[in-house]
Structure formats: C-alpha cells, structure tokens
C-alpha cells in the first residue's frame, strides 16, 4: 500500500481533468465510481491510436497532467496509464499476483510461444526459476572475454577522422554480444544472423500489432507478411541450431548449453521448442534495448565532453591499459552513474499488464482483465521526481540524491517478478563496450546532424552519424585500430 515515504508527491487526491469521463461497468460487472480522467485528443472509433503512433513520446509524457490514473482508447479498448510511481510500484511488485501480461506480449504469442517473456503467473515463476542461472553473476563474469572481444572488433574496424553510424554499429555490437553469450560454439552462427535480420521486423510488427485490431494482423499486407516470413526464419534456424547442440553434447559455456541441461524440481528437462521459445525471447528483449542504450550513452557523451572527460580519467585511473574485467566493475562508479543516467533518459516508452481480478488503484477500481500501461520514459522525465529531467546529470545518482527518488518513479528494467532476467548482463555489456571503446576514441557529433528519437519497441535514435577521432590525452595508446584485447 501506499506511505509516504513511498512518494515524494501524494497521489492526486481529486483527478481533475478537462475531458472527464464516469466509468461504468461493462460486459466484466464490476463497477468504477469515481471519475477516470480521459486522455484528451481521441479520435472517433480509433480513440488515441493515431496519437499513439504520430508522437508517442510526446502522448505519454503528457498523460501525467490529467491524472494519476488516465483513461485512453486503442480503438473501442479501454486502457488505463498510470502516471504515478506510487501505482506502477503497487502493480508491478505489491499487488504483482493481480496482474498478467498485457498486449504486447500477448500479440508476440506467435513468436514467443510460451517462453518467459510471454508467460504469467505459476509458469512464469518455474521457468523463471529455471533460467535465472543462466544469468547468475558467474555465468555473466564467464562471457566477460567475448564481450571485450566484440567491442574490440567493434573498435578495430574505425579508422581516425570516419563517419560512424553509431546507432547501427551499436545495434551490431550489442547483437554480437548477446549472440555470443547465448551460442559460443559455430553451430549457432545462422541462427545468429537470422536473430539480426529479424528483429527490427519483429520489433516494429509487435507494436502495430498491439496497437490495431486483431484483424488486421491476418491481412497479406507486405507488412504482414514480411513478419510472418521473420518469423518463420528465425525459428527453424534457431531449432537447427538446437538440434546441432544436443547432437555434440557438449557443455559449451554458452546460455543455450545451460538451457539444453536445465532441470526443473521434477527434474523435467526443456523441450527443443520451448529452448527455441527462450532464445527467441532473449533476442527480442536483449538486443535492440541494449543497442538503443549504447548508442545513447555515446550521444551523450558526445554532447557533453566535461562528463566524457570524467569517465576518460576513472577509466584511465582503473584499467591504465589492461582491457577490464569482471573485478573491475564494481571500481566504475562513474561510469556506472552514467549508464544510469542513460537508462534514465531513454527508457522504454511502453510497457503493459492486465488485471486478472477487480484491483483498487488509488479510488479507481478497475476490472478483470483491464490492459494498463506506463511508460518508464514518461516517469523517469517528471519533474516531480527527476529535478531539471531533460539535463543528462549522472550525479543525480550518487547515494544521498539517489535515496530521494521515489520506488516505482526509476524502472529502466521494470521491477517485480517480471524485472529484466537480462539486467546484469546488459549492464556488464555496456560498460565493457565503454572500457573498450573508449580506450581510444571519443565520438564527436557530426555537426548540423540533427539526432531525434523514434518510439519502437525501445527508444532508439533515428540516425547517430558521429566522427570517430583518436584520443591524443593517451600518449601510450595508439588509435589506430589495432592492439589486443
Ligand atoms: C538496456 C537493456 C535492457 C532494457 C532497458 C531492458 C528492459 C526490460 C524491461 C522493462 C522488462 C520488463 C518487461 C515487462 O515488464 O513486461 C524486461 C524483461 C525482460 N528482459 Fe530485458 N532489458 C534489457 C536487456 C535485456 C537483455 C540483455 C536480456 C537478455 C536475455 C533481456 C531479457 C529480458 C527477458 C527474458 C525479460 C522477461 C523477464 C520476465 O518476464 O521474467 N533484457 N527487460
């Protein structure tokens, strides 16, 4: 329940609206009383799914003025956005029992089969259970020398003075990384490239999908289509590369020989289908988030060079010249505020649940199988909680400004039961990719280029050209693209 010191700011006692609306039961016979602010802007029949996909962003960073609770329409379906931490702390981890999936998750049912990601309640807590080791710190210190080895490639391949389209290289790398984590051995390598090539179809198709009507999604529109096809691909190369897997035998470090011998308590073992199911999962959650993050975290640097310098020094101080390893991260307490500080700007725009019973929110009640959102981006940008929100300031995290900051109001990874499995990793991703690159270059900004942010699955930037120039302060360090991890 809610206590003070849970919020900074108190729940709004009345939601005042300009466009307010009275909830009444439908078809599910339970009753809401109380005045539900209505987002404004709904168009006839569509609701807010224009709004939604015209400036998303900008939709629900400005929810938060007419209510704690905000009643919106994707086509004749009701979905309630919480606006406050408060509520999305009681949903997400208080009352979490209450709450399934929502949408999304269930428009990727196709895809996702009935992995992690796409599960709720009981089975979601013993494949949980199940996969949680595959994540555990030792496996994650293990991957350590191939995910230095990736950002070094990544590394080698600039030349001093290049253009660098640091949103894909970013998306490359971020890919490479967890790909190497999930199958070391070649017999992944397909499955891999088909991961690549799949995901921003699959990335762009699931938030239509959540978005339009279910009819929709059977039309043989190329979209449609080129989804289906995604699908299909990245399916039956990631089943070979199962199939190869249990036919070598072998434990190959990697997360897929962890799943091949994974045991529940009734020590039944994963089938081929639900491994692929995983992987799938893995890829669709890890990859493009992680990659939208990398190159964020360069935007930013590039665009303020006296919080580059500072990481420059902790990096320089910590490693000298040794590539970093597991022991060293726990030393990067600036870098780590400032990956922070990254999630905290860029952050997921749209996450969903579904109430299984009647729930009380705040004096809002709410029927079975309601579909709520928040948005982390929209949360981790109200100045209620995040003073001057637009200024990238890593020291917003050191401890004693950081106790302030309200549960539920900072949530890059969700929290609960449902929290990212894949946060440690992405965060050792990011900081080795840091440690790596930086070592010899820093990203200046292509001048008169300008960076905006597109609302997919995560939030990525629309085009990161940056200019990849040799750092001179390091006299022992050549920048020439070569040298040894
Ligand atoms: C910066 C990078 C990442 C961000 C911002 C991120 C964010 C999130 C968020 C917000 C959720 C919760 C979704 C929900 O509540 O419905 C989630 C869940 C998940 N993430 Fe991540 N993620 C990242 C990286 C990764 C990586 C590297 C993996 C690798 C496998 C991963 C795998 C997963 C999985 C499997 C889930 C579902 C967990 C569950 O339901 O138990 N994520 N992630």
């Not at 849970?6 to 009383?33: F, H, I, M, R, W």
Request: charged content about 25%; glycine content about 8%; proline content about 7%.
């Amino acid at each position: 329940m809610l206590t003070e010191e849970d919020c900074v700011t108190p729940l709004n006692p009345q939601q005042a609206t300009s466009d307010p609306g009275t909830e009444k039961s439908g078809g599910s016979g339970v009753v809401t009383d109380v005045l539900i602010p209505h987002a404004p802007g709904a168009w006839p029949l569509v609701g807010h799914v224009p709004s939604l996909i015209r400036n998303p962003l900008r939709f629900v960073t400005s929810l938060a003025a007419h209510g704690d609770v905000v009643r919106l329409r994707l086509g004749p379906l009701p979905v309630y956005a919480l606006t406050h931490p408060a509520l999305v702390h009681q949903v997400l981890v208080e009352d979490a029992r209450d709450y399934a999936r929502g949408r999304i998750f269930e428009k990727a049912g196709p895809f996702l089969g009935e992995g992690l990601l796409a599960s709720s309640g009981t089975e979601h807590r013993r494949q949980r259970r199940l996969l949680q080791p595959a994540f555990h710190r030792d496996r994650i210190s293990a991957s350590i020398p191939v995910l230095r080895q990736a950002a070094e490639r990544t590394s080698a391949s600039w030349r001093p003075g290049q253009t660098v389209a640091v949103d894909r290289a970013m998306n490359e790398l971020s890919l490479t990384m967890l790909t190497k984590t999930l199958f070391t051995a070649d017999a992944g390598a397909r499955a891999a490239a088909q991961i690549e090539r799949a995901l921003p179809v699959l990335a762009t198709g699931l938030i239509t999908r959540t978005l339009m009507p279910e009819w929709w999604t059977k039309l043989p529109t190329p979209a449609n289509r080129r989804f289906d096809r995604s699908v299909h691909d990245m399916g039956t190369a990631i089943d070979e590369a199962v199939r190869a897997y249990r036919a070598q035998g072998r434990d190959h470090g990697d997360v897929l020989s962890m799943l091949l011998s994974a045991r529940d308590q009734d020590g039944e073992a994963l089938t081929d289908h639900q491994i692929r199911d995983q992987l799938v999962g893995f890829g669709l959650a890890g990859v493009e988030t992680t990659g939208a993050s990398l190159a964020w975290l360069f935007h930013e640097l590039g665009r303020h060079p006296e919080i580059e310098q500072r990481l420059h020094t902790e990096l320089d101080t910590a490693l000298g010249d040794r590539p970093p390893r597991y022991e060293d991260l726990p030393a990067l307490q600036y870098t780590g505020r400032v990956i922070t500080e990254t999630l905290r700007l860029h952050a997921l725009w749209m996450v969903m649940r579904r109430t299984r019973t009647s729930v009380q929110l705040a004096d809002t009640t709410l029927p079975a199988g309601a579909e709520i959102l928040y948005s982390a981006y929209a949360l981790h940008r109200d100045p209620r909680f995040f003073p001057d929100p637009e200024r990238f300031d890593p020291d917003r995290w050191l401890p004693e400004r950081a106790r302030r900051i309200p549960k539920g109001a900072f949530i890059p990874f969700s929290a609960g039961a449902h929290k990212c499995i894949g946060d440690s990793l992405a965060f050792t991703e990011m900081t080795i990719a840091l440690a790596v690159i930086c070592r010899r270059w820093r990203l200046r900004p292509t001048p008169g280029v300008r960076v905006r942010e597109v609302a997919r699955g995560d939030v990525h930037p629309n085009r990161l050209p940056m200019v990849a120039e040799p750092r001179t302060d390091r006299s022992s360090m050549e920048a020439t693209g070569h040298g040894g991890v």
